[in-house]
């Protein structure tokens, strides 16, 4: 799919963009991309392509979802507080922003998880044929979710380029 490889790319963009910044933010980055790699493999998207179209085993979901509530989880409990700290330190606009996109990116939470509630409790054969529907949905959550964790990340890094610049 088109729309992976797309992820992939902003992601070495936003890695060349802010890499380097913050010891937090490059593990968050590096984790995105351990997860987007996982999620390739997983829906059998190239180079990872499943050659036989077999189903991914129990132990390759749940590995993928531990992945996934974990950056969410540093996400929500790491990165953004401490986005938050720096917009409102940046001013209005930037914690404008931070209240605006930290509920959008709720969503995609929401929706991780209720991917992971289904998947690592045992899944039977009927769950099974539902997950290449559900990871396409999984992936744009999350590729929404990317973009609007990217404009947190250019707000404060803009602010924080221009505080070093002053």
Not at 11 to 33: F, I, M, P, T, Y
Not at 34 to 55: F, H, S
Not at 155 to 160: C, I, P
Request: some cysteine; proline content about 2%; aromatic content about 6%.
């Amino acid at each position: 799919m088109e729309e992976d490889d797309a992820m992939l790319t902003k992601l070495e963009h936003a890695v060349n963009a802010w890499g380097g910044a913050n010891k937090l933010v490059d593990q968050w980055l590096e984790n995105r991309r351990e997860l987007l790699i996982t999620y390739c493999q997983l829906a059998g998207l190239p180079p990872y392509d499943k050659a036989d179209g077999a189903l991914p085993s129990e132990e390759q979901i749940k590995s993928f979802c531990n992945q996934l509530v974990d950056y969410v989880s540093a996400g929500h409990f790491e990165v953004y507080d401490q986005v938050a700290s720096a917009c409102e330190r940046n001013g209005k606009k930037s914690m404008a922003l931070a209240e605006t996109l930290l509920p959008q990116i709720s969503a995609s939470t929401d929706i991780a998880l209720d991917f992971n509630d289904k998947y690592t409790n045992g899944v039977d054969e009927e769950t099974l044929m539902q997950l290449d529907q559900e990871l396409s949905q999984l992936g744009q959550a999350m590729e929404e979710r990317f973009e609007l964790e990217d404009r947190l990340l250019e707000t404060l890094h803009s602010h924080h380029s221009e505080a070093e610049a002053s």
